[in-house]
């Protein structure tokens, strides 16, 4: 049995309120690495929504959070019924 590779955790990554709604953020890459980051949402009915493309730093992943929530509102995690992919 393969053993989990370790992450390493943005100090960016955390639990995010907004409009009533409160989401987990986890951004992430292998410990020990300097490679791309990815990020996860987690919803309260825990539900998650992957990104697709890594981004070059934990930055970069938080802003396109915040961009995503500021664009479709912190709901849009809520309304899909299928796991959803950005």
């Known amino acids: 049995m393969a053993k989990k590779p ?12 907004d409009d009533g ?5 986890d951004i992430f890459r292998p410990a020990g ?9 987690v919803t309260q009915h825990e539900d998650l ?3 697709e493309e890594p981004f070059a ?3 970069e992943a938080f802003d396109e959070f915040l961009a995503t929530i500021a664009r479709e509102g912190i709901r ?3 309304e899909e019924e ?3 992919v950005h």
């Open 49 to 51: 929504i992957e990104w």
């Open 6 to 17: 370790k992450l390493e955790h943005s100090e960016l990554a955390g639990e995010f309120t």
């Open 82 to 84: 299928d796991p959803t």
């Open 57 to 59: 730093t934990d930055r």
């Open 76 to 78: 849009t995690f809520l």
């Open 21 to 25: 709604v409160t989401v987990l953020v």
């Open 33 to 41: 690495t300097n490679g791309d980051w990815k990020m996860e949402v």
